[in-house]
């Protein structure tokens, strides 16, 4: 059975959406991010998605709190992504109480340090983050989008023994009008001995149904619960 998996952005503390990584398209949804993660877990959810975007900008974890926080204060799973860029930087993730890292640009920028954390704490806790835009890979924030083919990404990291993708569609995010279903099949297909977590456009529960028969793993869902488009009720056959 798939994996609910909510996802909490963060920029100043507080819990916010973008759309396609747009600092500009920035809506806040609560003020602490606490109250949304009780709310989550309230209601059967078990995992959390945790995005430091403002890490991500400053290319150094930011919101370490906010985890913290979540983390000591609720029995939610997190996996933490956003600024991961050096050896603190993880061991902070970690001693702030994350189950699992996301990494992504470090995959493409500094693949020896990345395998040397995948060693190091093993397939279960770490997630290659694998931010795809027009089938290529994406680094630093969204920012850049490098030459880097997706399925070639995610060959040379099965060799290494990576089991756990979070990709997300760049071109999808935040703005409620699909996944990439094919996509993720296709990554399915391709990899079926890595667990696939699809990201992106997810705005209704028969796309989660859809993704459920793919073999996807997991799914991440932002803005479609902020704004109503799935009511978390409607989640409880796959919690």
């Given at each position: 059975m798939i994996t609910i998996i909510p996802a909490v952005d963060i920029i100043g503390g507080k819990c916010v959406r973008l759309e396609q990584g747009d600092f500009r398209l920035k809506k806040v949804y609560e003020a602490d991010p606490l109250d949304v993660a009780r709310r989550f877990e309230d209601q059967g959810i078990k995992r959390l998605h945790l995005v430091d975007l403002d890490g991500a900008r400053a290319s150094h974890i930011v919101n370490y709190g906010t985890l913290?926080?979540?983390?000591?204060?609720?029995?939610?799973?997190?996996?933490?992504?956003?600024?991961?860029?050096?050896?603190?930087?993880?061991?902070i993730v970690f001693d702030s109480g994350a189950t699992m890292a996301v990494i992504g640009s470090i995959a493409v920028t500094d693949p020896d340090l990345f395998q040397t954390w995948l060693f190091a704490y093993g397939p279960e806790k770490i997630i290659l983050g694998a931010d795809v835009k027009e089938g290529r890979i994406a680094v630093s924030g969204w920012t850049s989008i490098t030459e880097i083919n997706l399925f070639d990404f995610l060959t040379s990291y099965k060799a290494l023994g990576v089991k756990q993708v979070l990709c997300t569609d760049i071109a999808r995010d935040g703005l409620m009008k699909g996944s990439s279903l094919d996509l993720y099949k296709?990554?399915?297909?391709?990899?079926?001995?890595?667990?696939?977590?699809?990201?992106?456009?997810?705005?209704?529960?028969?796309?989660?149904?859809?993704?459920?028969?793919?073999?996807?793993?997991?799914?991440?869902?932002?803005?479609?619960?902020?704004?109503?488009?799935?009511?978390?009720?409607e989640l409880r056959e796959f919690l």
């Open positions: 913290e926080r979540i983390t000591s204060k609720t029995r939610l799973a997190v996996d933490f992504g956003g600024g991961i860029k050096s050896d603190c930087d993880l061991q296709q990554m399915v297909g391709d990899f079926p001995s890595m667990r696939i977590i699809a990201s992106g456009g997810v705005s209704s529960v028969e796309e989660i149904h859809q993704l459920n028969e793919a073999g996807v793993a997991g799914v991440i869902i932002g803005k479609a619960l902020y704004e109503g488009l799935i009511k978390l009720e």
